[in-house]
């Protein structure tokens, strides 16, 4: 038990560590937070704001031992234990966060907003499973804003209950009938039938929203719109009437999301430039279930070859996770900084310790496994982390899906991605980002021969079972017919593709960027210029 004058020492100690913080004064909070630590261990709070402070001076992995602290000592106060998740899951502290999150699943009678919170965060993590009980139960004890009733959907859509989705998206409409959220995934639930599409009520819509606003929430409704009507059109086969509301919905996204071309080629620069490394062992000693990366293009056919080598007795999908990329921000004590946290990444790979960097991975990502002896981590950005997880994780699988270019850079053109993936709403930003991801692939390709495997995704889809005899060999695994029919994969899927994906395989997506082949020329062009298609392509 504390000495009585400790805390009025304390008290003093946290007021003058504000006044430093807001003065920006960070070292002298620094030093002030950890007096106040020492002489009270269980404060949550300061922990917190001590590895604030160490995370505003640059400090990425010091400021992981205070929330540490925090996490062993939890008080009953589940905003505090949210804002300590939040924090636990940045620096890559995944075990800690979840150890958490159990610690507040055990609150009695949690209130609404508490158990969306809590789902929030678990799906976050790629706990669909769990985060679709959380809203199940929210739902029930009243949750039942806008957002709540989207995010209870999406939930719905990853585990497969499609109808009950489409039915939550339809009362949303109904009650907040400028809801551009629910207006775009419904749209994308389904393909829109003559019978049964929301035409007109999209355009209503679109006619009501101010046309001359320039908040960017305004016009980020209005996009979500235009590409409801976009999507709408073209699954009624109204080409010609489809293509302007793409364009419009994209020009609206593109202003929204500039693309920066010099800040995309000086990362493709700089990973190319990187030095090369030593060769990886042969063998590694370890036990454990192993990760598969999956990597590529957005929209290149990772999330079915996913679905098809999960559907493996001996695999499970992670789903799309950042985990390497915040274990490598850590272990290089790089805090996160969109393309110049990157570069710095970059700058600092000859000191990194790429045994801890595998083991750190290893040691946070494990549960993800939940028995089975593989785990694939998908995400198409690895394509830029290859030669890292070449050097920290030697045993780990590495898959390359390969997809057509026109179809591929159209598949993200007509994708919506929302305020990220700023190179999908300009046709020329769409040009320069795939021929710098042509550029990197290559060169993977060229410096480290046996990094990655390529699957082309017309063979995928083509000749299924010996592209994917070749996938299971790769990976140590003894074919299995299963893998043969991913539309009997029960597991959430939690990708903007996955509704297309609970479908058996079809080659019905070669060739789509035909329908509007007048209208991509100048992609093509492009292309050809950037020397990723030759001229007769």
Same mark, same amino acid.
């Given at each position: 038990?504390?000495?009585?004058?400790?805390?009025?020492?304390?008290?003093?100690?946290?007021?003058?560590?504000?006044?430093?913080?807001?003065?920006?004064?960070?070292?002298?909070?620094?030093?002030?937070?950890?007096?106040?630590?020492?002489?009270?261990? @269980?404060?949550?709070?300061?922990?917190?704001?001590?590895?604030?402070?160490?995370?505003? &001076?640059?400090?990425?992995?010091?400021?992981?031992?205070?929330?540490?602290?925090?996490?062993?000592?939890?008080?009953?106060?589940?905003?505090?234990?949210?804002?300590?998740?939040?924090?636990?899951?940045?620096?890559?502290?995944? *075990? +800690?966060?979840?150890?958490?999150?159990?610690?507040?699943?055990?609150?009695?009678?949690?209130?609404?907003?508490?158990?969306?919170?809590?789902?929030?965060?678990?799906?976050?993590?790629?706990?669909?499973?769990?985060?679709?009980?959380?809203?199940?139960?929210?739902?029930?004890?009243?949750?039942?804003?806008?957002?709540?009733?989207?995010?209870?959907?999406?939930?719905?859509?990853?585990?497969?209950?499609?109808?009950?989705?489409?039915?939550?998206?339809?009362?949303?409409?109904?009650?907040?009938?400028?809801?551009?959220?629910?207006?775009?995934?419904?749209?994308?639930?389904?393909?829109?039938?003559?019978?049964?599409?929301?035409?007109?009520?999209?355009?209503?819509?679109?006619?009501?929203?101010?046309?001359?606003?320039?908040?960017?929430?305004?016009?980020?409704?209005?996009?979500?719109?235009?590409?409801?009507?976009?999507?709408?059109?073209?699954?009624?086969?109204?080409?010609?009437?489809?293509?302007?509301?793409?364009?419009?919905?994209?020009?609206?996204?593109?202003?929204?999301?500039?693309?920066?071309?010099?800040?995309? +080629?000086?990362?493709?620069?700089?990973?190319?430039?990187?030095?090369?490394?030593?060769?990886?062992? =042969?063998?590694?000693?370890?036990?454990?279930?192993?990760?598969?990366?999956?990597?590529?293009?957005?929209?290149?056919?990772?999330?079915?070859?996913?679905?098809?080598?999960?559907?493996?007795?001996?695999?499970?999908?992670?789903?799309?996770?950042?985990?390497?990329?915040?274990?490598? @921000?850590?272990?290089?004590?790089?805090?996160?900084?969109?393309?110049?946290?990157? *570069?710095?990444?970059?700058?600092?790979?000859?000191?990194?310790?790429?045994?801890?960097?595998?083991?750190?991975?290893?040691?946070? =990502?494990?549960?993800?496994?939940?028995?089975?002896?593989?785990?694939?981590?998908?995400?198409?950005?690895?394509?830029?982390?290859?030669?890292?997880? &070449?050097?920290?994780? !030697? @045993?780990?699988?590495?898959?390359?899906?390969?997809?057509?270019?026109?179809?591929?850079?159209?598949?993200?053109?007509?994708?919506?991605?929302?305020?990220?993936?700023?190179?999908?709403?300009?046709?020329?930003? *769409?040009?320069?980002?795939?021929?710098?991801?042509?550029?990197?692939?290559?060169?993977?390709?060229?410096?480290?021969?046996?990094?990655?495997?390529?699957? !082309?995704?017309?063979?995928?889809?083509?000749?299924?079972?010996? =592209?994917?005899?070749?996938?299971?060999?790769?990976?140590?695994?003894?074919?299995?017919?299963?893998?043969?029919?991913?539309?009997?994969? !029960?597991? !959430?899927?939690?990708?903007?593709?996955?509704?297309?994906?609970?479908?058996?395989?079809?080659?019905?997506?070669?060739?789509?960027?035909?329908?509007?082949?007048?209208?991509?020329?100048?992609?093509?062009?492009?292309?050809?210029?950037?020397?990723?298609?030759?001229?007769?392509?």
């Amino acid at each position: 038990m504390n000495s009585p004058d400790v805390r009025p020492s304390a008290s003093r100690l946290r007021q003058q560590a504000k006044l430093y913080i807001d003065a920006q004064q960070f070292e002298a909070a620094q030093a002030t937070l950890e007096s106040v630590v020492q002489l009270v261990p @269980h404060d949550v709070t300061a922990c917190i704001e001590l590895a604030d402070v160490i995370l505003q &001076r640059g400090q990425l992995r010091a400021s992981s031992p205070p929330l540490l602290q925090a996490a062993a000592h939890l008080p009953k106060d589940a905003p505090l234990i949210i804002g300590l998740v939040q924090r636990l899951m940045m620096r890559g502290e995944i *075990l +800690a966060a979840r150890a958490c999150l159990d610690f507040l699943a055990q609150a009695p009678a949690p209130p609404a907003d508490l158990q969306v919170a809590q789902a929030h965060l678990r799906f976050t993590l790629g706990e669909v499973g769990v985060a679709k009980r959380l809203m199940d139960a929210a739902m029930r004890s009243g949750a039942d804003s806008p957002d709540d009733h989207y995010l209870y959907a999406m939930l719905l859509q990853f585990s497969g209950e499609i109808g009950q989705a489409c039915e939550v998206l339809e009362k949303c409409l109904q009650r907040w009938p400028r809801f551009g959220d629910a207006a775009m995934v419904l749209v994308n639930l389904r393909r829109q039938k003559a019978e049964s599409h929301r035409l007109d009520f999209l355009q209503e819509q679109l006619q009501l929203l101010p046309k001359s606003s320039q908040d960017p929430g305004d016009r980020f409704v209005r996009a979500e719109f235009e590409y409801a009507t976009f999507k709408t059109l073209d699954d009624l086969g109204r080409h010609e009437e489809a293509w302007p509301a793409l364009a419009r919905c994209n020009a609206i996204m593109h202003e929204l999301n500039p693309y920066d071309a010099a800040g995309e +080629a000086a990362i493709t620069d700089a990973l190319i430039g990187m030095p090369a490394a030593a060769a990886p062992p =042969t063998e590694r000693a370890f036990e454990g279930p192993t990760p598969i990366f999956i990597v590529g293009m957005p929209r290149s056919g990772t999330t079915l070859l996913d679905r098809m080598l999960s559907s493996h007795p001996e695999v499970i999908s992670a789903g799309e996770i950042i985990d390497f990329w915040r274990q490598l @921000h850590w272990v290089a004590d790089v805090p996160p900084a969109k393309a110049q946290g990157l *570069l710095q990444l970059i700058r600092r790979s000859p000191d990194i310790d790429y045994a801890e960097l595998g083991a750190r991975y290893l040691q946070q =990502t494990q549960w993800r496994a939940q028995g089975r002896r593989y785990y694939i981590d998908k995400l198409p950005a690895n394509i830029q982390m290859v030669a890292f997880i &070449r050097r920290a994780l !030697p @045993h780990a699988p590495i898959l390359h899906m390969v997809r057509e270019p026109m179809d591929t850079c159209f598949s993200n053109f007509k994708a919506m991605f929302g305020n990220v993936s700023p190179y999908s709403y300009d046709l020329q930003a *769409l040009a320069h980002h795939y021929a710098q991801y042509m550029r990197l692939a290559t060169h993977w390709r060229t410096g480290m021969p046996d990094a990655m495997l390529d699957v !082309p995704y017309a063979s995928l889809v083509g000749d299924p079972a010996t =592209t994917m005899g070749e996938v299971l060999a790769r990976c140590g695994l003894a074919a299995d017919e299963r893998c043969l029919r991913p539309e009997l994969n !029960p597991a !959430p899927v939690a990708t903007p593709s996955s509704a297309q994906v609970r479908q058996s395989i079809h080659t019905g997506g070669i060739g789509q960027w035909r329908k509007y082949a007048s209208q991509l020329e100048p992609l093509r062009q492009s292309l050809i210029a950037q020397e990723v298609l030759v001229q007769s392509a």
